[in-house]
């Protein structure tokens, strides 16, 4: 069974930056596709980012995209997401996720591996 353990939230003012990162227990995370997830309180859970296997291959929500970077060391088994001029509706509980295959994923059903969230606030 699989692992994820993020950290790195916390409250922060609009426009600052963040850096979420997600450890994972087994190395075998490294040869899939990870993504990050996010979802506020009454609403469904939303796609923000994934990578492939090959690192090469990264996705992006449009609300996200030119403004969040994610990433992944494999030799430490962590997926990291940069979070660049936070806005207040990118407030939320942000949660890594691995596919169990190097395909990039958009959507929730495609990851069996969660990790507990962490989260993130945003002040205007």
């Known amino acids: 069974q699989i692992h994820l353990v993020e950290s790195g939230g916390g409250l922060v003012q609009a426009g600052d930056s963040l850096t979420l990162s997600c450890t994972a227990s087994?190395?075998?995370?490294?040869?899939?596709?990870m993504g990050w997830f996010r979802q506020t309180p009454g609403k469904a859970r939303e796609f923000v980012a994934t990578?492939?296997?090959?690192?090469?291959?990264?996705w992006y929500a449009d609300s996200v995209k030119g403004r969040f970077t994610i990433s992944r060391d494999n030799a430490k088994s962590t997926l990291y997401l940069q979070m660049d001029s936070l806005k207040a509706e990118d407030a939320a509980i942000y949660y890594c996720?691995?596919?169990?295959?190097?395909?990039?994923?958009?959507?929730?059903?495609?990851?069996?591996?969660w990790g507990q969230g962490t989260q993130v606030t945003v002040s205007s």
């Open positions: 087994d190395r075998t995370t490294n040869r899939y596709a």
């Open positions: 990578i492939g296997g090959n690192p090469a291959y990264t």
């Open positions: 996720a691995s596919r169990d295959i190097p395909l990039t994923g958009v959507d929730d059903y495609e990851y069996p591996y």
